[in-house]
């Protein structure tokens, strides 16, 4: 009867732990901006003076950004970031000040599944760089690494954009 109890006690502890690591997760998913792409994410550029939002007016804190951020003219290089299964590094090019591409110069991709997870990934994580006009950017549910590695690789190459 000893050893019954044991492991009644034993597969409770078990349970409670699952609960508590789940609620963990939970509470960290919740805290942190997830987004999944969508298909408009495979658009190769995005002019930001002409998004507008449903009323009619000029888009979001990404347009207040783009006023105020000023970059200098040309192509920037950003560091190489680590993403878990190899690096992402970008290059920004800027004209007139603001963020009109943003190019892959470095990205995991030999396995299939990086392949796979980076070209959904990618076009998104560009397109929204170009639509707020920083490098704040949502996070891509499925790409978590890869999605912090384009902004910290953009981040710094902005870094050197900065009049």
């Known amino acids: 009867m000893k050893y019954n109890t044991r492991k009644f006690l034993l597969s409770g502890l078990v349970v409670l732990t699952f609960i508590a690591y789940s609620y963990q997760q939970r509470h960290d998913d919740e805290s ?10 495979t658009s190769s550029s995005v002019n930001p003076a002409s998004t507008q939002s ?27 970031a ?16 603001a963020i009109t591409d943003v190019q892959f110069l470095q990205h995991p991709n030999d396995h299939s599944t990086s392949i796979e997870i980076n070209n959904q990934a990618m076009p998104y994580l560009k397109q929204e760089a170009i639509k707020a006009q920083s490098s704040q950017v949502d996070i891509v549910s499925g790409a978590t690494d890869t999605s912090y590695a384009f902004i910290e690789s953009l981040k710094t190459a902005l870094n050197k954009a900065r009049t």
């Open 32 to 41: 942190a901006k997830v987004v999944a792409p969508t298909s408009q994410a």
């Open 54 to 80: 449903s009323n009619g007016s000029a888009a979001s804190s990404g347009m207040h950004g783009m006023m105020s951020a000023a970059y200098k003219d040309g192509s920037y290089v950003g560091n190489a």
């Open 82 to 97: 680590d993403a878990f299964y190899g690096y992402i590094q970008v290059k920004a090019v800027i004209q007139n000040g």
